[in-house]
C-alpha cells in the first residue's frame, strides 16, 4: 500500500514539514525515531549518575545548588523525552524495563567514572558541550514532538555548558593542585567525549536513511569535526591541552586535524564492558523498584480522579 498515505509523508518530508503524531508513517521511521528516542531519554536519566553522586560532596553552597539544578534539569529532558516516545505508541514502562535489561542502549559516555570534583566541570564543559553539538541540528527533526522538545533541551543544555566552563576557569585560577585535576579530568574525557558522536561515517549503519527521513541532519564526522573545531580555543583560553599529539590546525581544510578515536575502547563500552556499566544500571533498576509505590498510588488517584468526575 504505497499510496496516498506514502505520498503525503515523502512530501511532507520533502517540503521540510513535521510529521505529528496522528500522521501516518512508514513502520521503519516509527522504529527508528523510537529507538533514537528512547536511547536518547535513557542517556538523560542515566546521565544524572555520574554527576549525582557528587551532590553530597560539592565544595560550596553555590556548587551544591547549581549541581542540583543541572542533575534536576537532566531528569526533566528525560521525562519529557520518554513523553514525546509515547507519541508513536511507545510504551515508557516497557521502554524503562528495555534499559534495565540492557535491550536498549544509552551513551556510552556515561559508563566512565567522576574521580574528582573536576569531572564536574569537564562534563559540563566536553560531554553536554559535545551534546549541544548533535543536538541542536535535531530542533530541525522531522518529528515534531522530538523537534520541540528539542529546543528547551539545547536551552538548558547551554546553561549546563557554561556552568561546566565556568567552574574550570574558577579552579584554573586556583591552586596548582585545581588546576593538576582539571588537567588530569580533560585528559579522561577528551576520547570519549569525541566518541559520543558515534561510529566513523564509513561504519555508521543508520545514517543514510536517517539523513534521507530528516531525523538526522549532519553526519557522525561532521559532527565530531565541528566539535574539535570548537573545543580547541575554549582549551586554550582555559589554559589545558588537549592529550592528542596529532591535534593541530590544517590550513587548506580550515579544520582541525586529529589523531585516530579508540574503537576498540568504544565497542567494549558500549556492548557493557566499561568500567561503569554494571553499577549505572543497577541504580537505575533499584531506583525503578524503589519507586513502584509512588507509580501505583499515582495510578490510584488518577483511576479516583476519573470516578470523581463521570460522578460530578
Ligand atoms: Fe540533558
Ligand atoms: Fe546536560
Known amino acids: 500500500m504505497t499510496s496516498a498515505l506514502q505520498e503525503y ?31 536518547h531519554a535513557h ?54 524495563e528495555n534499559l534495565i535489561a540492557g535491550r536498549q542502549k544509552y551513551s556510552s559516555i556515561f559508563n566512565y567514572p567522576t574521580l574528582t570534583y573536576a569531572d564536574v566541570g569537564v562534563i559540563g564543559w566536553l560531554v ?18 522530538y523537534a520541540r522538545a528539542m529546543i528547551r533541551i539545547c536551552k538548558e543544555e547551554s546553561f549546563h555548558q557554561r556552568q561546566g566552563y565556568e567552574l574550570l576557569m574558577t579552579m584554573m585560577r586556583g591552586t596548582q593542585a585545581q588546576r593538576d585535576m582539571v588537567q588530569e579530568a580533560t585528559n579522561r574525557w577528551w576520547w570519549p567525549a569525541l566518541m559520543m ?12 536513511q536517517s539523513m534521507a527521513w530528516k531525523i538526522k541532519r549532519h553526519t557522525n564526522d ?13 582549551a586554550r583560553a ?55 509505590w509512588v507509580r501505583e498510588a499515582a495510578s490510584a488517584y488518577a483511576e479516583k480522579h476519573a470516578r470523581e468526575e463521570v460522578m460530578t
Request: with cysteine; proline share 7%.
Open 9 to 39: 509523508f515523502d512530501a511532507t518530508i520533502a517540503n521540510e514539514q513535521r510529521i505529528e503524531p496522528r500522521d501516518w508513517v512508514p513502520d521503519g521511521y516509527r522504529k527508528t525515531m523510537v529507538r533514537q528516542i528512547a536511547q
Open 43 to 96: 542517556s538523560e536519566i542515566i546521565g544524572m549518575q555520574p554527576e549525582g553522586n557528587w551532590i553530597t560532596r560539592a565544595p560550596s553552597l553555590r556548587r551544591k545548588a547549581i549541581l542540583l539544578a543541572k542533575v534536576q534539569d537532566e531528569a526533566g529532558h528525560g521525562l519529557y523525552l520518554y513523553a514525546a516516545a509515547e507519541t508513536l505508541g511507545a510504551d515508557r514502562t516497557e521502554l524503562t
Open 128 to 145: 553536554d558541550g559535545a551534546a549541544i553539538c548533535n543536538q541542536v541540528p535535531l530542533c530541525r527533526s522531522s518529528y515534531g514532538p
Open 197 to 208: 558522536f558515534g561510529p566513523p561515517d564509513a561504519d555508521s549503519t543508520n545514517t543514510a
Open 222 to 234: 561532521e559532527l565530531r569535526q565541528r566539535f574539535v573545531d570548537m573545543s580547541v580555543p575554549q
Open 238 to 292: 582555559l589554559g589545558v591541552s588537549l592529550p592528542d599529539p596529532q591535534l593541530r590546525w590544517n590550513p587548506e581544510r580550515e579544520h582541525h586535524d586529529f589523531g585516530d578515536i579508540d574503537w576498540v575502547e568504544f565497542k567494549r563500552v558500549v556492548s557493557g564492558h566499561g568500567p561503569c556499566n554494571a553499577e549505572r544500571v543497577a541504580i537505575r533498576k533499584a531506583a525503578h523498584e524503589e519507586g513502584a
